[in-house]
């Protein structure tokens, strides 16, 4: 499973404080703990005023690398940013992200583009969020050709099938199954990922909603996922799931982590 530290955001209220007093100590201790629990990349988002967000990504780029050699996932809501934070990391990581919204390929594709990095692509375009899973495939398709037009191999694609709220859902979680499964269908090598915060917004005790997406959809074929990778029970899930699913030869990957201690006990 590629997990992508969710912590270092300033969309959160103690990270976002955090950055506003430039408390360097609090930064590099999330960089620190995100990196033992064996992040694959550390998500950096500065969450700041647009004339700020240059700084202060710099900023944070340079503390985050002084703790950790993982890559850096670069996250903006704005597609300006990234061909000059790109510059700040010390190795290719993850561009977060297109869509088909915009001129966000126009812009972040070519710098990407005969590199190493890699890039998420959110399957929404200028009508929003498509409500159904075939409309969702349209535009991952879209996508593609786009990636394919400037030279990105599928492989360098992280696809989020964009999570919404289950309590408004019809039908649950079965068009993000649908849309992960076609995906893959359709192109073996791109990765699947997603954050599991959207999907238990406004319902009680949380955590057993976004547990419990995740396992269903690696179930369906996500390989990747947005999260705090110091969270021992989630942790736990997701080993214990790769395991289930046959992604882990003789559970080595599962019994190594619970022998360091990435998990611990689960409580009865």
């Excluded at 890559?71 to 700040?88: M, Q, T």
């Excluded at 590199?115 to 692509?121: D, F, L, R, V």
């Excluded at 989020?160 to 039908?171: A, G, I, K, N, Q």
């Amino acid at each position: 499973m590629i997990i992508i530290g969710e912590k270092i955001n300033g969309s959160i209220p103690k990270t976002g404080a955090a950055i506003a007093e430039r408390n360097e100590k609090f930064i590099k201790s999330l960089a620190r703990k995100q990196t033992a629990a064996r992040a694959s990349y550390l998500d950096v988002c500065a969450s700041v005023s647009p004339e700020q967000e240059i700084e202060t990504l710099k900023w944070l780029v340079d503390l985050v690398q002084q703790e950790s050699d993982l890559p850096i996932c670069l996250d903006s809501p704005n597609p300006g940013v990234f061909a000059e934070a790109v510059k700040f990391c010390k190795k290719p990581g993850l561009v977060n992200s297109v869509s088909l919204e915009g001129d966000k390929i126009g812009k972040i594709f070519p710098v990407i583009a005969g590199t190493e990095w890699n890039c998420i692509a959110l399957l929404c375009d200028n009508t929003g969020i498509p409500q159904s899973a075939e409309q969702r495939i349209g535009v991952f398709k879209g996508i593609l050709a786009k990636a394919k037009e400037y030279g990105i191999d599928p492989s360098h694609l992280f696809v989020d099938p964009v999570v919404e709220m289950l309590c408004t859902s019809e039908d649950g979680i079965a068009k993000i199954i649908e849309t992960i499964k076609t995906v893959k269908e359709i192109c073996p090598d791109v990765h699947i990922t997603s954050g599991a915060s959207n999907i238990s917004f406004n319902l009680p005790m949380r955590k057993f909603v976004n547990r419990s997406f995740i396992i269903l959809c690696m179930g369906a074929g996500m390989d990747s996922a947005i999260i705090d990778p110091t969270n021992e029970d989630m942790l736990g899930l997701i080993y214990a799931a790769e395991a289930l699913l046959g992604k882990d030869e003789m559970c080595m990957e599962y019994i190594g982590a619970y022998r360091d201690g990435l998990f611990g006990e689960v409580k009865a």
